[in-house]
């Protein structure tokens, strides 16, 4: 409102003096015309004025004040361009001033291009008072950081009168740096000659830190900082080149840690993340600087290591690797140990590309886990055989339920003292169409490593305990049928409703079913599992631990235990009568399993010198095929029909 005014008053005064103007001229004019034409010397000298005279006067006069308008309208309009004019260049001047951005105008002509204004941006963005920028050169922005790409860019320009854009570091009056989005342009006079180069600064340090961190975080794990398998796949790119050019080989590792869910289980997942920084930190430390560390994923890291001249020098540094990883990690007063299991390929003769040495060295790392873990193997072509083999394997054995094409057989087991049969222990088999009978060591360890177990294990207990329950509507005489739980089975939170559905279901007595769970999966969560047996016992099922002596029980715990059989592996009944150890193993067992009112059944007895050994050792039962080998249902019901007994 008040800029209005002011422009209103300006204009207002502005007419006064055209007006005055104009009337002078009038006045002045007139009185010439008058003097000229003669008439008023005649009037002073009293003389006879001409009547033409008096209208030659009166025409001039017409003409005075005809130009005088003409001159009122001609001053007043280059007034109001003026005004217009000075408008817009205060307008400009303003926009300038309040502009966000800085910007510079230099001397052209002056041949060092020296500055001659800044705006109030300018010395906001820089730090510089205008005083301390104008008279020199911009150059003193850059500081010593004088090797820039987009500097040549901007010096090209200016030599050719050309704009240019460049993106350039520059610096604050207190020596940081931003980073400057520059515009350049040439301002030319009347002729085309350049005078003057504008320049327009974006300070846009903010916005590239952005654009780094989602770059970084676009091609680096979050939790160690190290490359992830975007990245890696770039550095294993430019390895390849390297090798290429120079005739070097590249090594290529995955790393996996072995169970370190076991470590996120027991002592949570921020004591697995320090832990994973932990072993980001060795791994890098271990390695040299010119070579790649990176995370895949979980648990799993990898090495790119290049210009080596041989398979020895790879080997010595995934020692290294091995041997830092090897020491204890403190995690909150607890030493914890971490293995290893690495696969490792190498440019060029395990592949070509990127994805195959990938695909090969996740092959050998498979073949390392296989191998027991905590070892290292390289890649041989026929691990991606293998591999293929056992996806092919998976995809059969996904639709294996749904076909129909598991069913069980039963191995009887025997009561020493009566030799009676007081149970059949339920077994899988898979008849693929295809594949023919598929040993259960080849699939049983598939399903348990991708869960499918979990709905294999359940059809066994369903059909185990019908079968049992058609035994008893046949007539014959109630036995146990005893069928293995996997580790992952007996993990399933509905486990015990499970069991109690299906023992209704098929109307089986609970007393008639009997568990069997590996020292393993008891041992490694004792104080869940004495919960879900006591469950178990409580609704009746018969419970015993299996494979005994392979593990490592505490004797404290197998007492709270509420199971009523202990099951010798056969790995120590094999030997039983010609190695001591394994001798004493097995009466160790039976004593024990006595001591604590369990019964104990010896598996694997396939030889009378077993047995007899067994007997006298005070055993209970045994299973094999001494007696028996496992049957269908249908000769079982054959065998019990029959009555058969083992002789005492």
């Given at each position: ?54 209208l ?6 017409f003409f005075?004040?005809?130009?005088a308008?003409?001159?009122y ?8 361009a ?13 926009a300038?001033?309040s502009?966000?951005?800085a ?7 002056a ?50 009168n ?8 520059n ?28 320049g ?31 990245l ?20 290529v590792?995955?790393?996996n ?19 994973l920084?932990?072993?980001a ?24 290591s ?6 020895d ?5 995934l ?34 590309s990127?994805?195959?040495l990938?695909r090969?060295a ?5 073949r ?14 026929d691990?991606?055989?293998r591999?293929?083999?056992r ?10 339920l ?9 191995q ?27 040993p ?8 348990e490593?991708?869960?499918?177990i979990v ?7 369903r ?32 486990l ?7 023992l ?6 609970p ?18 599992v ?5 469950a ?21 715990y ?21 190695d001591a150890?394994?001798?004493?193993i ?11 009112n ?10 009378k010198?077993?047995l007899?050994?067994?007997r ?32 005492v």
């Open positions: 409102m008040t800029q209005r005014v002011s422009t209103d008053s300006a204009k207002i005064t502005d007419r006064r003096w055209i007006v005055r103007i104009a009337f002078l001229y009038t006045v002045l004019v007139g009185l010439w015309v008058l003097v000229q034409s003669g008439a008023l010397l005649a009037y002073l000298l009293d003389l006879e004025v001409q009547r033409v005279t008096w030659q006067t009166f025409s001039g006069w005075v004040l005809a130009t308008w003409l001159l309208l001609l001053i007043e309009r280059n007034q109001r003026a005004r217009a004019a000075a408008a817009a260049l205060l307008l400009r001047d303003r300038i001033e502009s966000v951005n910007i510079i105008i230099t001397d052209h002509l041949g060092d291009g020296s500055i001659i204004y800044v705006n109030p941006a300018f010395e906001r963005i820089t730090g510089y008072r205008a005083a301390e920028a104008i008279g020199r050169n911009p150059r003193f922005l850059y500081n010593e950081d004088r090797d820039q790409p987009g500097l040549q860019a901007l010096r090209t320009a200016v030599a050719r050309l704009p240019a854009h460049a993106l350039v570091r610096y604050r009056r207190d020596g940081g740096m931003f980073w400057n989005d520059l515009h350049i342009a040439p301002v030319r006079d009347e002729s085309g000659r350049v005078t003057h180069y504008v327009v600064q974006n300070d846009i340090t903010e916005t590239k830190r952005y654009q780094e961190a989602l770059e970084f975080q676009a091609n680096h794990d979050v939790l160690t900082g190290l490359p992830n398998c975007n890696l796949q770039d550095r294993i790119r430019q390895a390849v080149v390297h090798a290429d050019r120079h005739r070097r080989l590249v090594a590792a995955l790393v840690l072995d169970n370190f869910a076991l470590v996120n289980d027991t002592l949570g997942r921020d004591a697995g993340d320090r832990v920084k932990e072993v930190l060795r791994v890098s430390a271990g390695v040299r600087s010119l070579d790649t560390v990176a995370r895949l994923a979980g648990d799993e890291f990898a090495l790119v290049y210009d080596h001249a041989n398979e020098a790879v080997s010595a540094e020692q290294r690797v091995h041997d830092t990883l090897a020491q204890p990690f403190n995690v909150d007063g607890r030493e914890i140990y971490v293995t290893t299991s690495t696969g490792v390929v190498l440019y060029p003769q395990d592949g070509k990127v994805e195959e990938l090969n996740n092959a050998a790392m498979h390392a886990k296989a191998r027991g873990k905590n070892n290292a193997q390289f890649y041989a072509p691990m991606n055989a591999i293929g083999e996806l092919d394997l998976y995809g059969k054995l996904r639709h294996a749904e076909r129909g094409e598991f069913l069980l057989h039963y009887p087991q025997v009561e020493l003292k009566s030799g009676g049969v007081v149970g059949v222990e339920a077994l899988i088999r898979w008849k693929h169409p295809e594949l023919g009978m598929v259960p060591a080849r699939f049983i360890p598939l399903a490593e991708t869960g499918l709905p294999i294990g359940e059809w066994v207990l059909t185990a305990c019908a079968q049992n329950r058609k035994w008893q509507d046949a007539g014959l005489p109630p036995i146990t049928v005893a069928v293995n739980l996997s580790g992952r089975q007996f993990n399933q939170k509905d015990v409703l499970m069991v109690a559905r299906t209704r279901e098929a109307r089986l007595d007393r008639y079913l009997e568990l069997e769970i590996t020292e393993g999966v008891v041992m490694d969560n004792p104080a869940e004495i919960v879900t047996l006591t178990l016992r409580d609704m009746g099922v018969q419970l015993s631990i299996d494979d005994f002596g392979t593990g490592y029980s505490s004797l404290n197998l007492k709270r235990f509420p199971v009523n059989r202990l099951k010798i592996d056969q790995s120590f009944v094999r030997d039983i009568t010609t150890d394994d001798a004493a097995a009466r160790a067992v039976i004593s024990l399993g006595h001591t604590l369990l019964k104990v059944i010896a598996e694997g007895v396939e030889t010198e077993q007899t050994f067994l006298l050792s005070g055993c209970d039962e045994k299973q094999g095929y001494y007696f028996s080998k496992p049957l269908p249902a249908e000769e079982v019901t054959e065998f019990l029909k029959a009555g058969r007994t083992l002789a």
